[in-house]
């Protein structure tokens, strides 16, 4: 490390490590090597080794896995909202794997919100699912899924890590996924997403509603699904009316 080059020390060390990230020798989603191995390698005190560090994070070439360490950002997951597709099709689309860990599956009294959404009666129970999806084993999105009862209770008793719910429907229980209402918006990460996607709370993320329909219009399954903001990104194309 040349120490009179006038340039900051701690924007030598970040040159050379962003460098390495660029020519592969630090691959995406590698764990970068820690500040005391950076301390001696560089032989840099820690603060500098740490603001050199921080700047890989401000640029977005790497980032803080609480309790892990630090990583070699992977590449954003784009998804397209011009068709009907689950999470793992769209995750495994980009050649990486997308298993799920299971939270929890239950029997609840649907929400003011679950009812409208499912067009139940009020009083009615559904399936609640919480899952985690992952990419490459890194949390990507929370996923809440809502389904009526009587498909519900076939559904949980699936491997849930491992078969996607838009699969079962189909191809196990034979029923047709037709059209999707999305609502998507931008907010701040809830305790329990936060805690779920492994971010800080308050940490920005995209959240979706999606409520499925099958034949005759009728809706078989409702999700809020919350996305890690920096780790996945929306596109679309869009036709203008000739009437403009």
């Known amino acids: 490390m040349q120490r009179n080059t006038g340039e900051p020390l701690c924007a030598q060390i970040e040159s050379v490590l962003s460098y390495e990230i660029a020519d592969g020798t630090l691959s995406a989603g590698v764990q970068i090597p820690t500040e005391d191995h950076l301390i001696v390698r560089f032989r840099m005190s820690r603060i500098t080794v740490r603001r050199a560090g921080?700047?890989?994070?401000?640029?977005?070439?790497?980032e803080i896995r609480r309790g892990r360490g630090t990583f070699v950002t992977l590449p954003r997951i784009t998804q397209g909202l011009t068709e009907l597709t689950g999470s793992?099709?769209?995750?495994?689309?980009?050649?990486?794997?997308a298993p799920a860990r299971l939270i929890d599956k239950r029997i609840v009294n649907a929400s003011e919100g679950v009812v409208r959404q499912l067009s139940l009666i009020k009083g009615r129970k559904v399936v609640r699912l919480q899952r985690v999806r992952l990419a490459d084993g890194l949390s990507v999105s929370f996923e809440e899924t809502y389904l009526p009862l009587?498909?519900?209770?076939?559904?949980?008793?699936?491997?849930?890590?491992?078969?996607?719910?838009?699969s079962l429907l189909e191809h196990k229980y034979k029923i047709p996924l037709l059209e999707a209402e999305y609502r998507l918006e931008a907010v701040t990460a809830e305790a329990d997403?936060?805690?779920?996607?492994?971010?800080a709370q308050g940490s920005p993320i995209f959240r979706i509603e999606r409520a499925?329909?099958?034949?005759?219009?009728?809706?078989?399954?409702?999700?809020?699904?919350?996305?890690?903001g920096d780790l996945v990104r929306f596109v679309t194309r869009l036709l203008r009316s000739s009437s403009k």
């Open 150 to 166: 009587e498909i519900g209770e076939k559904i949980i008793t699936n491997d849930l890590e491992k078969q996607p719910v838009f």
């Open 54 to 62: 921080q700047n890989l994070v401000n640029r977005g070439l790497v």
């Open 88 to 97: 793992v099709e769209d995750i495994e689309a980009l050649g990486r794997r």
């Open 193 to 199: 997403a936060a805690e779920a996607l492994e971010i």
């Open 212 to 228: 499925s329909y099958t034949t005759g219009g009728a809706p078989i399954d409702y999700e809020r699904l919350h996305y890690r």
